[in-house]
């Protein structure tokens, strides 16, 4: 049973993946978790987690729409929340002008309307208690001109980008903004995005559990961002340096369908 003597976090996207371990972290942490994911494996998610001793609430909402958000805001119930994980998100591979614009559309609105949304929800209550963590999973996919992850690339740049704006508009507020920027990590992304057969889909990748444990760390602590692994450190600093052209046509060795092949 949930107590209001322990924090409350709501953790997004958290039924595998990334979020999960994010959630498995904060229920380590003392904290009671609302959960939200699209499908219905959040519920499996919750019950791993409940066996674990974590005071877990799962809600299925697809965070994509307005009505999404507004029903996992309206499952915090009234109780104020500690900390928001907004790790949500979806990709898409191939060229943008071979997919489907709604599956477009989809990556946007996931990623960034509806992350946004919550975001905007939740910030302002913290801001007026003058406590609260807001952890958002940026990329560093968003440092790069994703050649053929295009519109998944440039929403990560965005969610880059505005985590550290909304973290300088914070500033002393009592809420702290952390952005974890992962790279290539073993979750079902690659599958979802239709990546398998790209050299990005079957290269070697960082475990969540590493990531998640790095970026739940950089949270509690109030950390601007993170960068989990030394390889990615480097790819983002090369990237920071690099013309665009350079990293658009990099990317495409990694992304272009059928280049796990060659």
């Known amino acids: 049973m949930a107590t209001l003597s ?44 409940r066996a674990s001793g974590g005071n877990v609430k799962a809600v299925q909402v697809n965070l994509a729409t307005q009505l999404g958000v507004e029903e996992l805001y309206a499952a915090v119930d009234g109780r104020p929340v500690s900390a928001l994980l907004a790790n949500a998100g979806r990709g898409l591979g191939h060229g943008f002008l071979d997919q489907d614009f709604e599956a477009v559309r989809f990556v946007i609105d996931t990623n960034i309307t509806g992350t946004l949304n919550l975001i905007h929800r ?7 208690r003058r406590e609260g963590r807001i952890l958002i999973t940026g990329s560093i996919a968003g440092f790069m001109p994703g050649t053929y992850q295009a ?11 505005f985590a550290f ?14 952005c974890l920027m992962p790279g290539a990590t073993e979750t079902e992304f690659f599958e979802r995005a239709d990546l398998l057969d790209t050299k990005v889909g079957v290269s070697k990748k960082q475990s969540p559990d590493q990531v998640a444990k790095l970026g739940f760390e950089a949270m509690m602590r109030g950390d601007s961002e993170v960068i989990p692994g030394w390889q990615n450190k480097l790819r983002a600093a090369i990237a920071h340096v690099m013309p665009a052209t350079v990293v658009a046509e990099q990317h495409r060795k990694l992304a272009e369908p059928g280049s796990a092949k060659s």
Do not use: Q, W
């Open 6 to 49: 322990h924090p409350f976090a709501i953790i997004t996207g958290a039924s595998s993946g990334i979020g999960f371990e994010l959630a498995k972290y904060c229920a380590a942490g003392g904290f009671d978790l609302l959960i939200a994911a699209d499908e219905p494996k959040i519920h499996t998610a919750a019950d791993l987690l």
């Open 122 to 128: 939740v910030g302002r209550e913290m801001r007026g």
């Open 151 to 161: 519109v998944y690339n440039a929403s990560k740049a965005f969610l880059d980008s």
């Open 165 to 178: 704006a909304l973290r300088a508009e914070l500033k002393d507020s009592g809420v702290s903004v952390t």
